[in-house]
């Protein structure tokens, strides 16, 4: 379905998420101080404006009212990323996705009522940390403190054989969410399913257990 995004900052972290969701069809109104860097997503936006988003007339002429998403991807400048969320939270958009430069400024916009804080170089170094770890690990995501969704790669130790019969879910406590080989993915596994070789299984699990798997299991 279509949606309606307000990218607010349009350094290298809001323009690419300005032009990814461009690009997959949604409606985006990108908003910047800086007109080189509006000038620079004109093509890549529904809309491309200069404004203030720390001005609330400007927001509220621009109509930010209607748009159901925003993300707030104002850079070093604290002080005006905090207030922007905070007007655009009292305007009335569902869902504000900011920005934080670290844990304290994370905080700040979780107490203003931001409904999702990214902390992009911390969240991208723990996904390479894991990769670096073991280079089975493809993909990572963090669903709590404990429990982890990862994409592992199949070597020949568990290939050609059955769900069933690797029965992972009484061996490693680890539930296989889908299975994915060359460009098709298999996102409902049944037991009879056959694992190959170098295919790519999307695993759930408490994260000793996923460890566990990883280093003696496939
Ligand atoms: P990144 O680290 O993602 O590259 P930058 O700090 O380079 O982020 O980019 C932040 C962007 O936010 C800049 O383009 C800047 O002009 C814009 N910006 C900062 N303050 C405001 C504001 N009050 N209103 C609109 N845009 C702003």
Known sequence: MKKQVVVIGLGRFGSSVCQELYKMGHEVLA???????????????????IANATDESELKALGVRNFDNAIVAIGDDLQASVLCTLMLKEIGV??????????????ILEKV???????????????VAHHMDSEKIIDYIDLSKDYSIQELTASDKIANRTLAKLNLRERYKIIILAIKRGEDVNIAPVPNDEVQENDV???MGHRDDLKRFEEKGI
């Open 94 to 107: 569902s869902k504000v996705w900011v920005k934080a430069r670290d844990l304290q400024h994370q905080k």
């Open 113 to 127: 009522g931001a409904d999702r804080v990214i902390q992009p170089e911390y969240e991208m170094g723990v996904r």
């Open 201 to 203: 299984l999307i695993v």
């Open 31 to 49: 908003i910047d101080s800086n007109m080189e860097r509006v000038d620079a997503n004109r093509d890549h936006s529904s809309h491309a404006v």
